[in-house]
């Protein structure tokens, strides 16, 4: 069984639409994250959740709108798409601080 | 912020070839993590490694806290070792993993 598991694994779309991306882990983890990886490869924390509650808002646009209904999937909503949206997105979860993250694959974003 | 520094930022290896990659880190952290990203873009976690040393198959890693760096070993490199290896390390009284900027191994038959 899939960790951590993200949907979907690609997405692409107009700018200015409004897309979700979704994110479940099976591993019982109290922590999950948002993480998004630029065209160089550069990887950034955007958010994490600790028991759904937002505890990292790392500076991200507020069209960025994370939402956790249970401890279980962490998913993100992005409004009004732009062309530097385009990215892959991935989804993490830990069970505490100082405990290892696992990720998902990744949501490749590509905005037309 | 805390800065990662990841060294070499490219390598090129001959199949059979050891290598080891670097990573310096700028202020005390909880939490160090060893990632593989895949031709198909995963990431792969490789080591949980905030001190010490430990080994996995071919691959072998060592942290050294107190000097802020650690280590990753690849011996008798695979074209499937191919890729990008990122460190992360989680700063103190965060919840975040701050990345290095990779490096990027290609290992030729």
């Known amino acids: 069984d899939t960790a951590v598991s993200q949907t979907p694994k690609y997405l692409v779309t107009q700018m200015g639409n409004d897309k979700s991306i979704k994110c479940e882990q099976n591993l019982g983890h109290d922590t999950m994250y948002w993480y998004k990886q630029d065209s160089k490869k550069f990887l950034k924390i955007m958010f994490s959740y600790n028991n759904k509650e937002l505890i990292i808002n790392e500076t991200v646009p507020n069209r960025f709108s994370p939402k956790s209904p249970d401890k279980a999937h962490l998913n993100l909503h992005i409004n009004s798409l732009e062309l530097g949206d385009s990215a892959v997105y991935f989804c993490?979860?830990?069970?505490?601080?100082?405990?290892?993250?696992?990720f998902g694959d990744g949501t490749r974003l590509s905005i037309l | 912020g805390i800065q990662v520094e990841q060294s070499p930022p490219d390598l090129i290896l001959q199949e059979g070839a050891n290598s080891t990659l670097r990573c310096n880190f700028s202020?005390?952290?909880?939490?160090l993590q060893w990632f593989h990203q895949n031709p198909w873009g995963q990431l792969i976690n490789l080591f949980y490694?905030?001190?010490g040393t430990k080994q996995n198959g071919r691959l072998s890693a060592t942290t050294v806290a107190t000097e802020r760096y650690s280590l990753l070993y690849i011996s008798s490199s695979q074209t499937t070792d191919s890729g990008v290896y990122f460190c992360a390390v989680e700063p103190y009284n965060t919840d975040k993993l701050i990345f290095g900027t990779g490096t990027r191994l290609q290992v030729f038959p």
């Open positions: 202020d005390s952290v909880n939490n």
């Open positions: 490694i905030p001190s």
């Open positions: 993490a979860s830990s069970q505490l601080r100082e405990q290892p993250q696992h």
